[in-house]
């Protein structure tokens, strides 16, 4: 890749790297802008994709919200994502768990990881 597209991509990296995986429940805190008004506001949910490298890395999160599923995706190395807390961890065997979209309640959830 050429030098100077590198140069540019550093300098939206992140100085730590995202501390999560496919399968944990994660907290995302994101800064919204309204108007002239900015909050944060948390969306809890299951990571179930990620995809990309570098500055352009991007993962996907899903709750179940009153009935409805809803996913997001969020770039890793936006300055819009104030922090990323893990809440759990989850194990899971496939890189995309896209196969969660059909299930509901207890099923829809992934096993805890031992953590050691």
Do not use: C, W
Not at 58 to 75: A, C, D, K, L, N
Not at 79 to 108: E, F, H, M, W
């Amino acid at each position: 890749m050429n030098e100077k597209v590198k140069e540019i991509e550093q300098r939206f990296l992140r100085d730590e790297p995202a501390e999560f995986s496919i399968g944990d429940t994660v907290r995302v805190h994101v800064r919204i802008r309204e108007g002239e008004k900015e909050r944060t506001q948390a969306f809890e949910g299951t990571v179930i994709a990620r995809s990309g490298n570098g500055p352009n890395e991007t993962f996907m999160v899903r709750r179940v919200t009153s009935g409805i599923g809803v996913e997001r995706i969020f770039p890793v190395s936006s300055p819009n994502v104030q922090s990323i807390v893990v809440t759990r961890r989850g194990k899971a065997r496939r890189a995309k768990l896209y196969y969660l979209r059909k299930r509901t309640g207890k099923s829809a959830k992934t096993k805890a990881r031992d953590i050691r």
